[in-house]
């Protein structure tokens, strides 16, 4: 397509009014509540009714997981857990190292040990009872004692787990009174106990196996479990949605892999990461140290993921899947620009792209759409937003807008099936709030971003029937792809993500200055 046909076709885009649709369902959300709710319990029993489920993944706004199985809610984790709440209970492990590094969340750019709060307020708020939190691979951090003394001042259980030399590979130390045997017993009331926490690295497995240490030494019955949703361990090893998730841990170095215990064992072909395969044979000789026999033949036979069974539509979830590969393709530039990433994590992305049999042009039509209309306005950054039905609308700098706002106010318009000609927000409104933030907030960028241009838009649906219309809009944005020429700002990406706008970026910034925010 010339580009003078592609520049046609977004005018058009942004003139037309049509009636949105949600994407197409690929995932039985309630199947899979029931599901995994059922299998968990079934594990409770097989242990004599006492389970340590340690918990990957995020409980809370698993948006990997919705976009990769279209049905699947962010939060179908957490809902589940509700169906067993009067028998579980939380407990939040978290590294004395992360907490003496400030580790931050990069999805919520805040620190492992201010998540640990955010967690209990948000687990709480849900009604699930968190019993307590576990300081993990503790070693005399001042930070890690000082963080003990903050929870324990806030009325809360915190214990201590120590550093062990040698783990998870000195079997029989790690067995031992001078192994876990040094740990606190984490004292727990209910069958059912979740260990989860901030990120990956925080130590829940080695949580779980201390308890399994103390429980048998004080003669209880109980067993281990590992919830992770992905790699799906009963979908094809190349399947999209496993190829999606060594995408989204790139980083890491994490490769999906057959599990050669479980086809060794049973002649059953499944799924699992590098991790679980390596270290497992070291994992059955803790819990033959433990308990004298290890309850599992494999790193399968841990896992109580069903997230596989509640497919509905294989096709919907590879597309979406496909698309997520690419979003996270683009990720994984901006990171490096940034600083945050390697080639490496690029160069694999780019291969599995390369497998799946997809390019950038194929699942993205936003990126050409917004480098087009970058082009047409004198190379000034652009923004193009692939509505649910798959229309595509764009928006440019001007002297009052970024061009994610001029986008998003174009996308509303669309939507709420508003002429193009019409002012969402006229020029009255927006120069104050920009003298606002050049005169007394001492702003160098007059330019009104996202969060600001729907302020701006909620004071003008007072008097405004087609702001109004706009403003009622906002909800139907839900599940939109967008494409931006230059990295945008924190804020602008962030009301994206609250909008539930899939956002990429090209690895660019708009100005040549070392310090952006």
């Known amino acids: 397509m010339t580009k003078q046909k592609w520049n046609d076709r977004i005018i058009f885009c942004e003139r037309v009014v049509f009636m949105v649709f949600q994407k197409k369902i690929g995932f039985d959300n309630d199947m899979y509540i029931e599901k995994q709710s059922e299998q968990i319990m079934k594990r409770i029993d097989e242990f004599g009714g006492k389970l340590y489920l340690e918990f990957g993944g995020k409980l809370f706004d698993d ?4 976009r990769v199985l279209p049905g699947f809610k962010p939060d179908s984790k957490l809902q589940m857990l509700l169906n067993l709440k009067d028998h579980a209970e939380i407990v939040i492990v978290i590294s004395a ?10 999805d919520y750019g805040i620190t492992y040990d201010s998540d640990v709060l955010r967690l209990m307020d948000a687990f709480a708020s849900a009604g699930l009872f968190v019993g307590s939190v576990v300081i993990n691979q503790f070693s005399g951090q001042p930070a890690a ?3 003990k003394e903050k929870l324990e001042t806030l009325g809360i259980k915190a214990f201590v787990h120590y550093t062990i030399d040698g783990y998870p590979y000195n079997v029989k130390k790690i067995v031992s009174e001078d192994g876990f045997g040094k740990n606190d017993y984490i004292e727990t009331t209910r069958p059912l106990v979740v260990i989860t926490a901030p990120g990956p690295g925080s130590g829940k497995m080695s949580a779980c196996l201390s308890q399994l240490y103390h429980e048998n030494a004080r003669g209880n019955k109980a067993g281990y479990a590992k919830f992770e949703t992905f790699p799906i361990w009963n979908l094809p ?44 044979p070291v994992l059955n000789a803790i819990f033959e140290k433990i308990e004298g026999v290890s309850p599992y033949k494999s790193p399968t036979d841990m896992g109580v993921n069903m997230v596989g069974y509640c497919i509905s539509d294989d096709l919907v979830c590879r597309k979406a899947s496909y698309e997520e590969i ?6 994984s530039l901006c990171d490096k620009k940034t600083g945050h990433k390697n080639d490496g994590a690029i160069a694999k992305i780019e291969s599995l792209m390369n497998q799946a049999g997809i390019t950038v042009e194929t699942e993205r039509p936003t990126v050409k759409a917004a480098l087009v209309k970058s082009e047409t306005t004198g190379n000034r950054p652009a923004v193009a937003i692939e509505l649910p039905d798959g229309t595509i609308v764009t928006g440019k700098t001007s002297d009052l807008l970024g061009s ?4 998003l106010l174009n996308a509303l318009k669309v939507v709420a099936g508003i002429d193009d000609s019409a002012l969402l927000i006229e020029r009255k409104i927006i120069e104050p709030i920009q003298d606002l933030k050049t005169s007394i907030l001492g702003n160098h960028n007059p330019r009104l971003h996202t969060d600001e241009v729907l302020i701006a838009l ?14 009622d809009a906002l909800k139907a944005l839900k599940g939109s792809e967008a494409h931006a020429t230059v990295i945008l700002s924190q804020v602008d990406r962030d009301t994206f993500r609250k909008l539930g706008i899939n956002l990429t970026c090209e690895p660019h910034y708009e100005s040549k200055k070392l310090y952006h925010k």
């Open 63 to 66: 948006f990997h997981a919705s």
């Open 97 to 106: 190292g992360d907490i003496e590094s400030n580790k931050i969340r990069g």
């Open 145 to 147: 004692i000082k963080f």
């Open 237 to 280: 090893l190349k399947h999209p949605v496993n190829l999606a998730y060594e995408a989204a841990t790139a980083d890491l170095n994490d490769v999906n892999m057959i599990d050669p215990y479980h086809l060794e064992a049973y002649g059953k072909t499944t799924v699992n990461y590098n991790r679980d395969v390596e270290v497992f």
């Open 326 to 331: 690419v979003r996270r393709y683009f990720a």
């Open 404 to 407: 994610a706002s001029a986008a």
């Open 458 to 471: 909620t004071m003008s649906a007072v008097d405004s029937s087609d702001a109004k219309k706009a403003f």
